[in-house]
DNA sequence: ATGCCAAGAAAGTCTTGA
């Protein structure tokens, strides 16, 4: 089972480059964020004449997560649990079943966290301890459990080009990694380092300064894999060579293929 | 780089991103 997560930076900017990918790359499950986008707005039939299932999770003009899925979608959740009052959009999940297995589905659009300190940063740490509290719960099932989005995240120096450049970010404060680590403690395995070491690896690339063609990229889209979907897997890559190409994304796509 | 680019909402030029 293919996994993808792809922040896509606007849904009707990215109606090309995003039907490419998923052409090409046939994910069986692509987890989206920053559709920008209302669920009356989102052109789900872009994706069902694709075969793809679709659930999404929108507001206006900011935020908004969905989820692709050639398998169907079963008891999906919209909202990160824990606070009636956020009414932003990053958060949504659903089972897929497997061949061999159910799989739990998380989406996630971590909050970005500038400036810091501030409110936005106090909105971080916040929702980072309520993802958290949420993850524990998720994790009582013991299946198969993926969590998987734009983190904004990076999680160590080797995960960023320049990272004296990130010291004082939100994305990258001991404080922010510290909260990233406290969910990773629950049991978590991060796809990405589980296959792969070493620099120069990064999902994120800013449109500014010409950061692509210097490759001055951070790495911030991360899959969790719970023990059990960690002991199913088979492959992690990151498409970076999207980000080459026409009208692109600031992110690439990062997927995992699951023995599920 | 405390804003070089991009997107959205809106019809000016903001806000947001990371």
Redesign the pocket.
Known sequence: MKIATF?I??????IQALGDWLDESQPDVALL??I???DE?FPRELFEDRGYNVETHGQ????GVAILSKLPLEDVVRGLPGDDEDEQARWIEATVVGDNTAVRLCGL?L?????CPGP?YDYKLAWMTRMKARAAELLQDEIPLVMAG?Y?I?PQDEDAARP???Q????ARPESREAYRKILHLGFTEAFRARVNGPEHYS?W??????WQRNDG?R?DHLLLSPQAADLLEDVQIDAAIRGRE?????VPVWIDLAA
């Open positions: 922040n930076n606007g849904i009707k900017a990215r964020q920053e920008k986008s209302v707005n206006k003009s900011f935020n659009y909050p970005n966290g500038n400036p936005k734009d904004n990076i004296e450049a990130w004082e970010d939100a994305l994120f800013d449109y500014q300064a010409g950061a951070i911030i009208k692109p994304s600031d992110h």
